[in-house]
């Protein structure tokens, strides 16, 4: 199975700050790399797929980048309704696997 | 618009069974395979089984195989994961998620999920 190591797994930032998450595939997963949020009691929402296209909708603050096995999630200018729990995905194999989340919080 | 809504989720006990059901609505159904992932209170994502629009592949975790039977239903688009010998590291949110059919596409809507527990 394909390991997915994201990291940090907590980050507090200020409104308006830049963060950016990080995901390590075991090996190499091409391009076949999510990304979703999750929000308490919510499904997860698919924000990115392919590395760095971004779903209809979804805000531009949000960009993705990598390749290979080493993957950054980033949002320009942390804004109060993104506060949720972040998560990778691959999906060149299955099973498809998740890295650990990173929970995103206000300072 | 697109609608997978999850039922079936309750409290059961450590060996029991139980059958999950996945209502899809608008949509094609056939045009997409389809998945369940399950989340444990307070942790991570977990990808669980996977049925292909005419259910010809079926994949599971292997911390299922054995245990859980995926099916669906095309003329009731509904998708359903049977559940055998449940035990407590089972309990869960199960969330059903669709993935267009093809060559490798991202799971790009989930439902609400149903949640299951296993306690005696």
């Known amino acids: 199975d394909i390991q997915m190591t994201q990291s940090p797994s907590s980050l507090s930032a200020s409104v308006g700050e830049r963060v950016t998450i990080t995901c390590q595939a075991s090996?190499?997963?091409?391009?076949?790399l999510n990304w979703f949020q999750q929000k308490p009691g919510k499904a997860p929402k698919l924000l990115i797929h392919?590395?760095?296209n971004l779903e209809t909708g979804v805000t531009n603050r949000f960009s993705g980048s990598g390749s290979g096995t080493d993957f950054t999630f980033t949002i320009s200018s942390l804004q109060p309704e993104d506060i949720a729990t972040y998560y990778c995905?691959?999906?060149?194999?299955?099973?498809?696997?998740f890295g650990q989340g990173t929970k995103l919080e206000i300072k | 618009q697109v609608q997978l809504v999850e039922s079936g989720g309750r409290l059961v006990k450590p060996g029991g069974s139980l059958r999950l059901s996945c209502a899809a609505s608008?949509?094609?159904?056939?045009?997409?395979?389809m998945h369940w992932i399950r989340q444990a209170p307070g942790k991570g994502l977990e990808w669980i089984s996977y049925?292909?629009?005419?259910?010809?592949?079926?994949k599971y975790a292997d911390s299922v195989k054995g245990r859980f039977t995926i099916s669906r239903d095309n003329a009731k688009n509904s998708l359903y994961l049977g559940m055998n010998n449940l035990r407590a590291d089972d309990t869960a949110v199960y969330f059903c998620?669709?993935?267009?059919?093809?060559?490798?596409?991202?799971?790009?809507?989930w439902g609400q999920g149903t949640l299951v527990t296993v306690s005696s």
């Open positions: 998620a669709r993935e267009a059919a093809g060559v490798l596409h991202p799971l790009d809507y």
């Open positions: 608008g949509f094609t159904f056939t045009d997409y395979y």
């Open positions: 049925i292909s629009s005419n259910s010809g592949i079926i």
């Open positions: 090996q190499d997963i091409t391009n076949y």
């Open positions: 392919d590395v760095s």
């Open positions: 995905q691959q999906y060149d194999n299955l099973p498809y696997t």
